[in-house]
């Protein structure tokens, strides 16, 4: 079964800074694009970044300039480097990542989320 674990998240100071990490484990064959995504009290869930396998990145115009996102394809895991952290960056932080099963019964793509993980950005 894959799972996508989250970590990295915390308390920071506006003006901050933070690095989150999402690795995927399991029967895994192969990951196409992976990216993060985030969701504040009382609001929808928003895009925050995405990476493609082969390393091409887009993000929102919200966090362009502050925020990087990156993978490192051997050990299955995507990063999100958040520089100049706001009040406004405060939300839960979840990973995604379309998988390549490799399982016997079920192989095939399969979208997964990681559990999230809280950013909070205060004084």
């Known amino acids: 079964q894959v799972q996508l674990v989250e970590s990295g998240g915390g308390l920071v100071q506006p003006g901050g800074s933070l690095r989150l990490s999402c690795a995927a484990s399991g029967s895994i064959f192969g990951i196409n694009n992976m990216g993060w995504y985030r969701q504040a009290p009382g609001k929808e869930r928003e895009l925050v970044a995405t990476?493609?396998?082969?390393?091409?990145?887009n993000s929102a115009d919200s966090v362009k300039g502050r925020f990087h996102i990156s993978r490192d394809n051997a050990k299955n895991t995507v990063y999100l480097q958040m520089n100049s952290l706001k009040p406004d960056d405060t939300a839960v932080y979840y990973c995604n990542a379309y998988i390549l099963v490799d399982a016997a019964e079920t192989p095939g793509w399969y979208t997964y989320w990681g559990q999230g993980t809280q950013v909070t950005v205060s004084s």
């Open positions: 990476i493609t396998s082969g390393g091409r990145t």
